[in-house]
């Protein structure tokens, strides 16, 4: 091999070595961008302008499109307290949630069921918490108050929706008790 091919040959490696370099670069910069998107979309969504609290919840992978669902992922929580989802705590979740203004028809509404169906990661319990924390920030007292009790006040709905024996007894399980604890928490951190 002569000097003008290995010339030739050291030549394209390093213009490689840069198309790669430069490509990742690239890449880099389309996630930063994405991001940096994202977290604009979230903070319209949802009034937080936190940058700590919305940096937490792009890590924790919420979509803008998940965000109104988690809203209302308390109530689904408390039904997948006792390990199971009955009729009657679908029933009143999805109920709550049409209350709440997600419509039937909606993405969230059918994101909603399949979270019934199927109990959802605990990753989305932690991104909730930072979602209320940040949203907390974001109101005034009475705001994060009203806030407070209608989303507590249907998680204990839903709590109640079955339980005891016949109907009768406490119908609120000890571990319907933890989660209701859980999700007071969030609101005074």
């Known amino acids: 091999m002569g000097t003008e091919s290995l010339d030739k040959l050291a030549g394209t490696l390093v213009d490689s070595f840069f198309l790669e370099r430069d490509r990742v670069l690239l890449e880099k910069l389309r996630e930063l961008e994405r991001v940096k998107r994202t977290k604009q979309e979230l903070s319209r969504i949802s009034g937080i302008h936190d940058d700590a609290v919305l940096d937490r919840l792009v890590a924790l992978k919420v979509d803008p499109a998940v965000l109104a669902a988690l809203e209302v992922l308390p109530l689904v929580l408390v039904a997948w307290a006792d390990g199971e989802v009955d009729e009657k705590e679908r029933h009143a979740v999805l109920d709550a949630a049409v209350h709440?203004?997600?419509?039937?028809?909606?993405?969230?509404?059918?994101?909603?069921?399949?979270?019934?169906?199927?109990?959802?990661?605990?990753?989305?319990?932690?991104?909730?918490?930072?979602?209320?924390?940040?949203?907390?920030?974001?109101?005034?007292?009475?705001?994060?108050?009203?806030?407070?009790?209608?989303?507590?006040?249907?998680?204990?709905?839903?709590?109640?929706?079955?339980?005891?024996?016949?109907?009768?007894?406490?119908?609120?399980?000890?571990?319907?008790?933890?989660?209701?604890?859980?999700?007071?928490?969030?609101?005074?951190?």
């Open 100 to 189: 709440m203004e997600i419509a039937p028809d909606s993405v969230e509404y059918a994101l909603l069921a399949q979270w019934l169906d199927q109990k959802p990661p605990p990753a989305l319990a932690e991104a909730w918490s930072h979602y209320v924390r940040g949203l907390c920030a974001a109101l005034g007292p009475a705001e994060r108050e009203a806030l407070r009790k209608e989303l507590l006040g249907y998680a204990e709905r839903i709590a109640a929706a079955s339980g005891g024996l016949l109907g009768l007894g406490n119908r609120v399980s000890a571990a319907e008790r933890r989660t209701l604890a859980e999700l007071e928490r969030a609101f005074r951190a």
